[in-house]
């Protein structure tokens, strides 16, 4: 892994020479992730550059590809770099005193209403540095590319002004210069309603519909928006509105839908062809019916289910019947999910939620792509692709979804380079 601080070349910076490189990975066993769920037992890859050239069985390569470089993975399974889709990993402090009130008994959303919660960390938000929040926030990344995590989706959503806004996206961005790792940004300003609009949640969606939105897409600062839909939260109307907004300037939408009472936002997130919605334990079929047909995936978020204690499980059967895409995320935050391991998310969602261990890894590649609107680039190990792959000490696929707790992960190749 290139050391914090030291600037992670991408592509387009590398010289021409070295951008141009072929190398083969061969002797390896490869597991695609693309629809068909390919498996290779003697396969090889082939990259150029940052990108993968070809992929199949060995000794189908053709002849006419003369590499620079060739690596022996020894017979070693390869993925496609993993994609945590749903991520609040910059923020400062942690709300550990607030978990020990919820172990007394005290609920999430009473603590929110308090003005705990997300609140509380907007505090610590907005008293940080730039420098102070990607120093707290690097080690959450690491620990996420120590498992072979290469692409991350990271929330604003703790500073509600729009400055401290800007200030979490400029961060979030920032970190894939320290760090061998693809950074999309999302804001989540209608998180909670800050103390500046209280009572007035209308003006406060109104400023950051008409307003915020325009100016953080002007900076380049947002890949996607997204809405905390709930009680404690924001209402479906209140989405429309957002949404009408990032509509008119092209800018794909999400949604925290469904995860502590069943508000009707995910009906209206797929008829607005949202790339994901988020959490879901309260949605049923209907929903599950309206995502599979909008093609919005459904991203499942089992560390915030175990950590909050909830007891209403995600409509899998559901979904599944449907025909939905499902993703898995880790929703790393200091409220629901203080945690920034994808792999105990993946195994959280076979044991808790009832995924197979290839649906699992489909949730962590294919379809994680897809809830971040790269399913063009990322996600596969198919011609084409970016070159993200990880190398693992496994015998097979399955042991991942399998292990709750220990990191099987050998060696990381992003954009063609191995970086660790
Ligand atoms: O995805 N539900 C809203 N947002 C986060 C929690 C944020 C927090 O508690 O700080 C979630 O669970
Ligand atoms: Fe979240």
Not at 60 to 84: C, K, M, N, Q, S
Not at 382 to 405: H, M, N, R
């Amino acid at each position: 892994m290139a050391p914090v601080g030291k600037p992670f070349p991408t592509p387009a910076e590398l010289p021409f020479d070295m951008a141009d490189t072929l190398h083969l990975w061969r002797n390896a066993r490869i597991a695609a992730c693309d629809p068909a769920m390919t498996r290779l037992a003697q396969g090889a890859l082939l990259t150029r550059g940052s990108r993968i050239e070809w992929v199949g069985a060995e000794r189908d390569l053709p002849g006419e590809y003369r590499p620079d470089e060739a690596h022996d993975l020894r017979g070693a399974w390869v993925t496609p770099g993993l994609i945590d889709c749903h991520t609040h990993l910059v923020f400062c402090g942690n709300r550990a005193a607030e978990y020990a009130e919820r172990l007394r008994g005290r609920s999430y959303e009473e603590i929110a209403r308090k003005g705990g919660g997300i609140l509380s960390t907007m505090r610590a938000v907005r008293a940080a540095s730039e420098q102070q929040l990607s120093d707290e926030s690097l080690p959450r990344l690491e620990s996420l590319l120590a498992e072979g995590v290469t692409t991350v989706e990271i929330k604003s959503g703790y500073g509600l002004t729009l400055k401290d806004e800007a200030k979490m996206l400029r961060v979030a961005r920032s970190l894939a210069h320290a760090l061998p790792v693809t950074i999309t940004t999302t804001l989540l300003a209608a998180h909670t309603l800050p103390p500046e609009y209280a009572g007035d949640p209308d003006a406060y969606i109104k400023d950051v519909a008409e307003l915020w939105l325009p100016a953080l897409h002007e900076e380049g600062l947002i890949d996607a928006v997204d809405i905390f839909c709930e009680k404690i939260g924001f209402s479906v109307e209140h989405a429309r509105r957002l949404y009408d907004s990032a509509g008119r300037l092209g800018i794909p939408v999400k949604m925290h839908a469904e995860q502590l009472s069943n508000l009707g936002g995910s009906l209206l997130a797929a008829s607005r062809g949202a790339l994901s919605c988020d959490h879901l334990e309260y949605a049923g079929a209907p929903e599950a019916e309206a995502l599979a047909a909008a093609g919005t995936v459904a991203v499942l978020l089992p560390v915030a289910f175990f950590c909050l204690a909830q007891e209403r499980k995600p409509p899998v059967a559901a979904l599944r019947h449907a025909g939905a895409e499902v993703a898995i995320a880790t929703d790393c935050n200091p409220g629901s999910a203080p945690g920034s391991s994808l792999l105990l998310a993946m195994s959280m969602a076979t044991r808790l939620f009832g995924l197979t261990c290839e649906e699992a890894l489909a949730g962590v590649t294919r379809h994680a792509a897809r809830a971040l609107g790269m399913q063009g680039e990322r996600g596969m190990l198919t011609a084409g692709k970016a070159a993200d792959f990880v190398v693992w000490s496994i015998g097979e696929p399955e042991e991942l979804g399998y292990w709750s707790g220990f990191n099987p992960c050998r060696s990381v190749i992003k954009a063609g380079r191995r970086v660790s």
